[in-house]
């Protein structure tokens, strides 16, 4: 009898809820024209638009002028990264075990003139506090951190980063893509300059997202073409995303407390489970805020991609960390910056649960991981 597919890399992206698969074909019948079109059809199209760019701005508490749609969480990343650092060059400030959208454009800088300082983290992975003293603010020009990390789902505290940026008068770029639609995010309570998100996170569909931008911000541009999205972002919207996008993000609000609960009931199932079933263990992040449905779990002893390939024959479907970076063979970043030892961050793998996952599903995984990990390590001695 062949095994049914248990879902559980969230992370990666999320089953379109059938809500916003219904919104946006019925956008792609009713209000397929161009939202620029100066007709009645261009019209009910633009409607459609600011009343999506409405409900996202304030679910996120932001103002709808504040809203530039995007293709997705990486573009908003790119957009933020370099239209806020067109001057001279300096420092730009990351912190350690950034996703692939933010390290990838950053290093692009470099050829521009541009230095990194890096903000350590802890063992849990969260900032260092004490560390902010030591940055040469003097000379920064952005500082881009990452708000709830997508591989360990560790969750920092922004207050007094922001803080000082604000007083140092240097631009905030945060990475909410992994927050946005599993916690509360306020654009206006973060302090930041520009917010990154990606609709896929949380049953809304690929290939849209948007950047919230701060009133009064220069943003250079860096695609041309129309003058959409305030100058900022030119193209024709993709109305029918963006209409599945907020309903999305609707959903998420309406049902924000029994989600969460039951997320974090089953992540923390799950990881119980695999501490009994599958001793010894390492809960990376153990300690720290992190997200209700992820949990980065290392198996000592293992490696990491054998587990995950093994998996994948039991129909348990999993990662390593960022999908941005599968097929590379460095270590997770994040695990690196927290210390972690090499038999931790090799055999280390990312399970995130998503609102369609089942109790009985988790207990099935728990039984399939723990055949898994038994194999390999009777294999490994």
């Known amino acids: 009898m062949s095994l049914r597919p248990i879902y559980l890399d969230n992370n990666a992206t999320t089953p379109v809820h059938p809500e916003v698969v219904e919104v946006i074909a019925r ?106 003293a030591e940055i040469p603010w003097s000379e920064v020009r952005l500082v881009s951190v990452i708000l709830a990390h997508n591989e360990t789902g560790v969750i920092q505290d922004l207050c007094a980063l922001s803080a000082m940026c604000q007083e140092h008068r240097v631009p905030l770029h945060v990475d909410a893509v992994q927050a946005v639609g599993k916690i509360p995010v306020h654009f206006g309570q ?21 950047l919230l931008v701060r ?39 309406s049902e924000q407390a029994e989600r969460t609960a039951r997320l974090t009931q089953m992540r923390d199932a799950l990881e119980v489970g695999l501490q009994r079933l599958c001793a010894p263990v390492v809960i990376n992040g153990a300690g720290a805020p992190r997200l209700p449905n992820t949990l980065n779990i290392s198996f000592p002893s293992c490696d990491g991609e054998a587990v995950l390939v093994a998996l994948d024959l039991q ?18 970043p994040s695990l690196v910056a927290m210390g972690c030892p090499p038999e931790v961050y090799r055999s280390a793998v990312r399970f995130s649960v998503g609102p369609e996952n089942t109790e009985a599903e988790i207990e099935e995984a728990m039984v399939r991981i723990a055949r898994v990990i038994a194999q390999a390590r009777s294999q490994a001695t």
């Open 27 to 132: 956008c792609m019948r009713d209000g397929f024209a161009n939202p620029g079109s100066r007709h009645v059809a261009g019209r009910r199209a633009r409607v459609i638009l600011e009343d999506a760019r409405e409900t996202i701005a304030r679910i996120l508490g932001a103002d709808p002028a504040e809203v530039i749609f995007t293709s997705g969480g990486t573009e908003s990343s790119n957009q933020a990264i370099f239209g806020l650092t067109s001057g001279r060059p300096g420092v730009i400030v990351l912190t350690a075990g950034e996703h692939p959208a933010t390290a990838e454009s950053c290093k692009a800088l470099l050829q521009r003139g541009f230095r990194f300082h890096t903000l350590p983290v802890d063992a849990r992975g969260l900032l260092r506090p004490d560390a902010f």
């Open 315 to 332: 129909q348990v479907c999993c990662s390593l960390g960022s999908t941005c970076a599968s097929g590379a063979a460095e270590p997770a």
């Open 215 to 253: 009133h009064g911000v220069k943003l250079t541009p860096w695609m041309f073409g129309g003058h959409q999205e305030q100058d900022r972002r030119p193209g024709t919207e993709a109305v029918p995303l963006i209409a599945g996008m907020a309903r999305a993000l609707e959903i998420w609000e």
């Open 190 to 210: 973060l302090g930041a300059t520009a917010l990154s998100l990606g609709a896929h996170k949380f049953q809304g569909p690929r290939g849209i997202g948007a």
